[in-house]
């Protein structure tokens, strides 16, 4: 897939004089708009920040006054002014795939109260979501394919934060808030939340463009209650320990990851590091993959690990000197899966797991290419440590490096991308030759969302097949896909369609099912959708996931 930061001139991430020859382009890839939560997040640049820690330093989100307002309701997105606003931004923005949208909160702070009936709590409930609804279609309207996350909440604190014993009461700012809502506890907001959650979370599932990370429990999740709840229920439990995404809806989210204002606490907006911890959640689960390129994969995981100087072999990717002793990091991808052309540009992406003494990773990092396997077999093995590549190089660093978790990206010079391509599967070698006494661990790939990952940019189509843009192209998502694709007709009639592999050959020819195709039986990679209508032929390419 594709995809994010402002235009700055960057050394690498990490300022050293040997890549003081790297540098970035920066592209818009968000819009940002709803209510106070994007208002926080706007104005502390919560997703540049965590794009950033993700290795996605080249990317960015924009937002402005108009578009993310304290306060703001669904009517106010609503208004033709913001939605005018939006239009703009998107035309003037045309990178931009995402609108990271956080609106509805408000709806229910402001009009539920604890004396409504089932009734008429579901009948508020519809209303938002009504009107959310036309938000949503009104953003897919103004851009075809765009995607909408809705941003959703995590769980609020009114009766700790103003009750509690070290709460200050009615001097609270949003004691008013919560008496408006006659004073609900942490678990009637809580079912309320819930609610709301389950019927966006069908929503976004019906929908290939919409988006929805459910994470109402995440701040009890990620932070625990360390001391005991200072209300009802009352308790402490440990960081981790509740599920995920719904947490326990007994209590309220911890305190500890409430807004701060020094004489009071906030009850429902979080802290700076609160909105980066949701923001990067909503990253492991959607960003991250979705920001990727015309093709990603992640690394084998029988195939991944590190050898070092004297022939320790480990499961554990490693980069650094410890003892005399080096490391090196062995990563494999199947490549074979790629498309039959040649690369403009390759990243990989590791994810820092642990650091051992000085980080080996602020000095000049090489990069080993390999077609095929470096030693005798495709395992990591000790005679990888000193086997010869078909090319190396320097590579460009991006992303973070300043903490355990925080991803680095490797631009690979040009001399490697010639390497890479789909006759055999690809290892690369990642070492760090400066000698600096300290080790990095990186995740391996055991867990998908944190494995190490190869994204290739395509440089041309490939050989065998040409585009065609006789009739005017149709907008086809999900794209890659799994399986199923929507093809938007706009009132075009459809004649016939064929699906061709990169040898030009005929694989399918599907049949068209309420604007759906399925292309789920054919093997993973690209092809070429060939689409007749009376008005000509286009050509379009699809993944296959």
């Known amino acids: 897939m594709n995809r994010i930061l402002p235009l700055t001139i960057a050394l690498c991430f990490f300022i050293t004089q040997s890549f003081s020859q790297c540098s ?16 926080f997040m706007n104005t502390e640049s919560t997703i540049n920040s965590v794009f950033k820690t993700w290795g996605f330093s080249n990317y960015k989100f924009i937002s402005n006054a108009t578009l993310a307002v304290n306060g703001a309701q669904t009517d106010d997105v609503m208004k033709a002014s913001v939605q005018n606003e939006i239009q703009n931004q998107l035309n003037a923005n045309p990178s931009i795939e995402v609108v990271h949208l956080s609106i509805g909160g408000n709806d229910f702070l402001g009009d539920w109260k604890v ?27 103004c851009k075809p394919g765009i995607h909408v996350l809705w941003s959703g909440y995590v769980y609020t604190n009114f009766q700790e934060v103003i009750d509690g014993a070290s709460g200050v009461g009615s001097a609270n700012q949003f004691y008013n808030t919560w008496e408006g809502m006659e004073f609900p506890t942490a678990l009637q907001l809580n079912t309320l939340q819930n609610n709301q959650s389950a019927q966006m979370s069908t929503y976004a599932a019906n929908d290939p463009q919409v988006e929805y990370i459910e994470a109402n429990g995440l701040m009890q999740y990620l932070r625990g209650q360390l001391t005991p709840l200072e209300v009802a229920p009352g308790g402490t439990y440990a960081p981790l320990s509740v599920p995920m995404p719904l947490g326990d809806p007994n209590y309220p989210s911890p305190q500890t990851t409430m807004r701060d204002y020094i004489f009071f606490k906030d009850c429902f907006h979080l802290s700076t590091q ?10 492991q689960k959607f960003y991250h993959k979705f920001l990727m390129d015309d ?40 490549t074979t899966a790629m498309a039959d052309t040649t690369l403009k540009k390759a990243s990989l992406f590791l994810r820092r797991k642990a650091l051992t003494g000085t980080n080996p990773i602020n000095g000049t990092l090489e990069v080993k290419v390999k077609n095929g396997n470096f030693g005798t077999t495709v395992n990591v093995e000790a005679a990888d440590f000193s086997a010869a590549g078909d090319a190396n190089g320097t590579p460009c660093l991006f992303g973070s ?145």
Do not use: C
């Open 24 to 39: 970035e382009t920066n592209q818009p890839k968000v819009l940002l708009v709803g209510d106070s939560w994007a208002f």
């Open 115 to 141: 004396s409504m009936t089932q009734g008429q709590t579901d009948t508020l409930r519809d209303a938002v979501f009504e009107r959310l609804d036309s938000i949503i279609r009104f953003i897919k309207s």
């Open 274 to 283: 609160g909105y980066k911890d949701l923001v990067s959640y909503q990253t």
């Open 295 to 334: 093709l990603y994969l992640l690394s084998d995981s029988t195939q991944t690990g590190s050898v070092s100087s004297t022939g320790t072999v480990s499961a554990t990717p490693y980069i650094g000197t410890t003892s005399g002793e080096s490391f090196a990091t062995v990563l494999s991808f199947n």
């Open 401 to 545: 490096n300043s903490a355990n978790g925080d991803w680095i990206r490797l631009d690979l010079p040009v001399s490697i991308l010639a390497q890479i391509n789909n006759a055999t599967p690809t290892q690369f070698i990642v070492s760090s030759p400066g000698g600096t006494s300290g080790k990095t661990e990186f995740y391996d790939a055991t867990n998908p969302e944190f494995a190490p990952v190869l994204n290739l940019v395509y440089g041309q189509t490939p050989s065998g097949i040409n585009e065609s843009s006789e009739a005017k192209p149709f907008n086809i998502y999900p794209n890659p896909t799994t399986g199923k694709l929507m093809i938007e007709t706009e009132g075009e009639t459809i004649t016939h369609l064929e699906v061709i592999n990169l040898l030009g050959a005929v694989v399918l020819q599907p049949q068209m099912q309420q604007n759906t195709i399925d292309i789920s039986s054919l093997s993973t990679g690209m092809y070429l959708l060939n689409i007749t209508t009376k008005n000509g032929k286009v050509s379009q390419r699809v993944f296959k996931d």
